[in-house]
């Protein structure tokens, strides 16, 4: 045991023989702070393995994974719908129905998208806004980054006042929509059927323009997107592109769903 004048934090004087050093708690530190820059150096040689580590391709971020994901399942889609053509017309050859059977199952096939579709068609094109947009108008706050980008309740909102509107067969971006379709967006982006798009965003509808174009005006949630249009700059365009034609639906038409857990 250690008289008071060895204990740590105790002024001691003399210098006689025997007497134990001082602690330096500093010395300690400094030692400490040492040893822990050469513990982080090595674990950082190892987890690189002497490469750049922002510089690695083998981590990839998961916008890339998507972009992949997207694009395979466009190269199914297609592989499905040409499976799907052969499938079709070798039934046609010898399948032992009427004509009229025939155009039965014709109209019923149109009906639910899955045939190309020819007619008037009209496109609405929806757009972000530009990144250092401003209130254009006096009595409006400037804007937050919410206020610039295109929701999925836009996008909703076309396509539902265009049903509304006696649309035939309408088209998001490349794909033909079907009573199943769900037009989702994760951030700015729009997931339809299993692929991703990024904006701006085009709806096409066959139908009468004069029909959709007042069942576009006519609808609250576009007239609030307008305000938005004519504050902050979001795009909106309404063409009218003539005789145009749909694609029809090449992905699955089986139904999905949740399972309770035997």
Not at 22 to 40: D, E, I, N, Q, S
Not at 79 to 94: H, I, K, Q, T
Not at 158 to 169: D, I, K, P, R, S
Not at 222 to 247: E, R
Request: charged content about 20%; overall charge neutral.
């Amino acid at each position: 045991m250690s008289n008071s004048a060895d204990s740590p934090g105790t002024q001691s004087t003399g210098s006689g023989p025997g007497r134990r050093p001082r602690f330096r708690p500093v010395r300690m530190l400094t030692a400490a702070v040492f040893a822990l820059a050469g513990l982080l150096f090595i674990t950082s040689f190892n987890t690189a393995k002497g490469t750049d580590i922002r510089q690695d391709g083998s981590l990839l971020k998961l916008s890339d994974l998507i972009q992949q994901r997207s694009r395979k399942n466009k190269e199914l889609d297609e592989s499905n719908a040409a499976l799907r053509g052969s499938v079709e017309s070798l039934a046609e050859s010898d399948d032992g129905s009427t004509k009229a059977q025939d155009r039965k199952l014709t109209g019923l096939e149109q009906s639910a998208g899955t045939q190309e579709l020819t007619g008037h068609g009209l496109t609405v094109t929806l757009n972000d806004a530009p990144p250092n947009a401003t209130a254009k108008l006096p009595g409006y706050p400037e804007p937050q980054p919410d206020y610039l980008v295109i929701h999925q309740q836009d996008l909703q909102a076309v396509v539902n006042a265009l049903w509304q509107g006696g649309a035939q067969g309408i088209k998001v971006m490349d794909q033909r929509l079907i009573s199943t379709s769900a037009v989702r967006c994760v951030g700015n982006t729009l997931i339809l059927q299993g692929r991703v798009y990024s904006p701006p965003y085009k709806i096409t509808a066959i139908g009468d323009p004069d029909k959709l174009q007042q069942s576009l005006a006519a609808s609250k949630a576009i007239q609030t997107y307008m305000v938005y249009v004519n504050v902050y700059g979001l795009g909106w365009k309404v063409t009218d592109d003539g005789t145009v034609t749909l694609p029809g639906y090449s992905g699955t038409v089986d139904l999905h769903y949740a399972k309770p857990v035997q």
